[in-house]
């Protein structure tokens, strides 16, 4: 599972971004592009120190300011679930080719 692929997935679900200042943002993901860059929408802004807070309808980070991402378990086990059955697809494709030539590796 690539992060790229993961905050694909995350799409329009909430998630957690901490940027490299200490500021932490916490809103629904919007969309994200090959370098990291994300919009996110109903974002709480957090103060490094916890103590400041402010709403903001909508925030562009660029990937090089985000130091941790935290994205929802479901999305990670969905996810995990669907690599898992793209690879098993893969060793049957490939199973089923052997087998035409009459070779079965295993």
Same mark, same amino acid.
């Given at each position: 599972?690539?992060?790229?692929?993961?905050?694909?997935?995350?799409?329009?679900?909430?998630?957690?971004?901490?940027?490299?200042?200490?500021?932490?943002?916490?809103?629904?993901?919007? +969309?994200?592009?090959?370098?990291?860059?994300?919009?996110?929408? @109903?974002? *709480?802004?957090?103060?490094? %120190?916890?103590?400041?807070?402010m709403r903001l309808p909508e925030v562009y980070v660029k990937g090089n300011n985000?130091?941790?991402?935290?994205?929802?378990?479901?999305?990670?086990?969905?996810?995990? +679930?669907?690599?898992?059955?793209?690879?098993?697809?893969?060793? @049957?494709? *490939?199973?089923?080719?052997? %087998?035409?030539?009459?070779?079965?590796?295993?």
């Amino acid at each position: 599972m690539l992060p790229l692929g993961l905050l694909n997935a995350a799409q329009g679900h909430p998630m957690l971004v901490e940027l490299k200042n200490g500021e932490t943002l916490n809103g629904h993901l919007v +969309m994200c592009d090959t370098w990291m860059n994300l919009t996110l929408k @109903e974002v *709480v802004q957090t103060s490094p %120190e916890g103590d400041k807070f402010m709403r903001l309808p909508e925030v562009y980070v660029k990937g090089n300011n985000i130091k941790y991402l935290r994205v929802p378990d479901e999305i990670i086990d969905t996810e995990t +679930m669907a690599a898992e059955e793209a690879i098993e697809d893969v060793e @049957e494709g *490939v199973k089923a080719v052997d %087998e035409e030539e009459g070779e079965v590796l295993e």
